[in-house]
């Protein structure tokens, strides 16, 4: 009996959210200037991962304030901020709640198991999304993992064009290494997509690769990993995984006596801003990254970031900046709150933020290049 | 030599689990309860050494000194506030209250110190000892040394001293031991301070060793050593050492030789095995339970 009552529950509860979206997706409206516009967030702003959650949310909103306080702003736009606590389940009700909430397009999620989450909700109902940290190669794509998903793009790379730049560099000699060693987090998509992409491009460039191993989000202890690479004679260890794991595992690698060079994608970014973190350590380290932060733009950004919360930024703040405008200036040439006529817009983006120019590719991704960056001493630095 | 290599490797981590077990044990041995909150006040430990090191500026010695007494305090306190007034109750009661208090913990000290990792401060010199190939960091050593030096002075002390011999007494018969005239709220506040104190230890290796410390460490460190008391015999000091090394050891194994991804399932698997096998553990006296 209760559990009849409770599948009537849970369909009614389906049905009616589908209804709330299907009006919001239909109730496109033109936009005067002046007009009040409502964009969303969502991504984790507590729990393990709110480290990449909330600059994303502060940058957010300091991209709208600057927007609203430019001289050519057209409209005023307002910020829905909802926490997913970076879980699927988390991003889907907080999803609803924004559509519920009339927002006309969303930047976010940050973790892609939350983009994947709100995926094929957010496409039934035509919800402007603009990602700028969800890596994973199928967030963009439907489920057949070919066709593009119409509603949502990313301004940040995928996870195949950051294993295959570092690849490269390492198969046409910019960095010399000769025997590499993978170490995979298996419990992450990002790392494994990134471990794919560099081995196709490694394989490709008869690059030697002489360990490849996995180890599970929650270990922390990697001294039998370490012996294995060093036993291998690897003198590089490509490791694709976020800077907090990364700091821990060149940590114990250099403790070990491990003098060689590390292999990184853009989760490396950031490394050095790990609280208190021994810049000793950091030496011969190459990985990919989005954008040159030496930038004017950048710099600029990173110290207005400085003042008005008084903490740190990371790149996943630094992109979202640069995505949340993408999503204004769709909403602005689209002159309208219509979904379709947004993500008509998006698809035209033609775009110069502070991290670079944005166009997007029939697959959602952005046209840009990548650059190699290096740590050399303790400081990060560029190969150009 | 790789392969002793990787039995040292397995053996220092083991060390840190059999500290953190070595908690689990005595608690349970004498309130007769699974401190669920134990690997989160490893965490605190851990925190409160770096706040004394990185924050305050204060020595070495202060930091741990502070961070040993720290956390015994709060055990302390956890017993007299959570637990004591439960003494009596069913132990289901006990037991969700004890996870009570390790989220309860763990949010506090996300809200204190946010989700992003810290990094420890060093408190030796980082390299490694090499003796014909076998290559172990002065890290791993100094947890192997800390584990058994520190087994060593507690069953000295519960096998010798007066207090030790009251903790063995409630063990055994609380009723009994009361009406011989010992304390036994203070044998038991005791217990918890010289388990949290040990925990606080095991909290700063972790610190030293993996340099990175969040508020979500105590979480999987708990649950493993908690395998590691039960594998030993949960109540038995010895048996809680020698099941940490064991676990770290097949933990290390595993990853060497058989696949990575598979080492979280052997340590589970030895567990399940254990419990089907000889559910009292390694060193754990079955008890006939008196009708």
């Known amino acids: 009996m209760n559990y009849k009552k409770a599948i009537a529950l849970v369909t009614a509860a389906s049905l009616l959210a589908g209804c709330g979206g299907s009006n919001g997706s239909n109730g496109g409206k033109e936009l005067k200037e002046g007009d009040t516009v409502k964009i969303g967030f969502i991504g984790p702003l507590t729990g393990p991962t709110s480290s990449y959650g909330i600059p994303v949310k502060n ?8 927007y609203n306080n430019s001289a050519d702003a057209k409209y005023k736009i307002e910020l829905l901020a909802e926490d997913t606590q970076g879980k699927g389940e988390g991003a889907n009700t907080a999803y609803n709640k924004l559509v519920g909430e009339g927002i006309v397009g969303i930047v976010g999620p940050v973790i892609t ?15 402007p999304i603009v990602s700028s940290s969800t890596s994973g190669d199928s ?19 995928n996870d195949s064009m950051g294993g295959n730049t570092i690849a490269k560099a390492v198969g046409n000699g910019t960095v010399k290494v000769s025997k590499v060693a993978i170490l995979t987090n298996s419990d992450s998509d990002y790392s494994e997509g990134c471990t794919e992409s560099f081995i196709k491009q ?24 370490i012996e294995k690479v060093m036993t291998s004679g690897a003198d590089a260890v ?27 994608t853009d989760g490396w970014d950031g490394v ?10 950091f030496y011969d380290c190459y990985y990919t990254n989005t954008f040159d932060d030496r930038a004017d733009a950048v710099v600029k950004y990173v110290d207005a970031y400085k003042a008005k919360f008084n903490s740190e930024t990371n790149m996943f703040g630094t992109m979202a900046y640069d995505a949340t405008f993408v999503l204004i200036k769709a909403i602005e040439s689209a002159e309208s709150s219509d979904p379709e006529a947004i993500i008509a817009a998006l698809e035209k983006t033609n775009y110069d933020g502070i991290t670079g120019h944005f166009e997007f590719d029939a697959q959602h991704n952005p046209t840009k290049d990548l650059v190699v960056k290096t740590i050399k001493d303790g400081q990060y630095s560029y190969l150009d | 030599m ?11 981590t083991g060390g840190m689990y059999a500290l953190v077990a070595i908690g689990y044990t005595m608690v349970y041995g004498i309130a007769k309860m699974i401190n669920f909150a134990h690997g989160e006040f490893i965490m605190v430990g851990a925190y409160i050494a770096y706040v004394f090191t990185t924050m305050l500026k204060m020595p070495i010695f202060v930091s741990v000194i502070a961070s040993i007494i720290g956390c015994a305090l709060l055990g302390v306190i956890t017993e007299k506030v959570a637990y004591k007034p439960l003494r009596g109750s069913g132990s289901l009661s006990v037991l969700i209250t004890a996870i009570g208090v390790s989220y309860l913990l763990q949010n506090l000290f996300l809200i204190l110190f946010g989700s992003a990792a810290r990094t420890f401060p060093t408190y030796m010199k980082s390299g490694t000892l090499n003796i014909f190939g076998i290559r172990i960091t002065y890290i791993s050593l100094l947890s192997l040394c800390l584990t058994l030096v520190c087994t060593g002075i507690l069953l000295f002390f519960i096998n010798k001293t007066r207090l030790g011999k009251a903790m063995r007494a409630v063990s055994e018969d609380r009723g009994a031991a009361e009406l011989m005239g010992i304390n036994v709220n203070n044998t ?49 000091i010895q048996g809680a050492m020698v099941g940490g090394l064991i676990i770290g050891v097949a933990e290390a194994f595993t990853i060497a030789y058989i696949s990575s991804t598979f080492s979280d399932a052997v340590v589970f698997g030895i567990l399940i095995f254990i419990l089907l096998v000889k559910p009292a553990g390694l060193f754990g006296k079955n008890v006939r339970e008196k009708v």
Do not use: W
């Open chain 1, 59 to 66: 940058s957010i909103e300091l991209a709208i304030e600057d």
């Open chain 1, 113 to 127: 198991a939350e983009g994947l989450a709100v995926g094929s909700a957010s496409e039934r109902n035509l919800t």
């Open chain 1, 139 to 157: 967030v963009t794509l439907m489920g057949d993992k070919t066709t593009t998903r119409k509603n949502y793009f990313r301004t940040c790379s």
């Open chain 1, 202 to 225: 490694a394989q490709a460039d008869n690059v030697q690769i002489v360990v490849q191993d996995k180890y599970p989000e929650t270990q922390k202890d990697f001294k039998t990993y």
């Open chain 1, 238 to 264: 490509y490791i694709p995984d976020y800077y907090e794991i990364i700091s821990t595992m060149v940590k114990q690698f250099r403790d070990a006596g491990y003098k060689g060079t590390f292999l990184g």
């Open chain 1, 272 to 281: 050095l801003s790990v609280k208190d973190v021994d810049k000793s350590i």
């Open chain 2, 2 to 12: 790789g392969f002793i290599t990787q039995i040292m490797n397995g053996l220092s």
């Open chain 2, 188 to 236: 038991i506040s005791l217990t918890f301070a010289i388990g949290s104190g040990l925990g606080a230890i095991a909290g700063i290796i972790y610190g030293m060793s993996y340099s990175l410390i969040n508020p979500y460490l105590g979480a999987m460190l708990g649950i493993k050593a908690f395998i590691a008391a039960v594998l030993g015999g949960i109540g038995n």
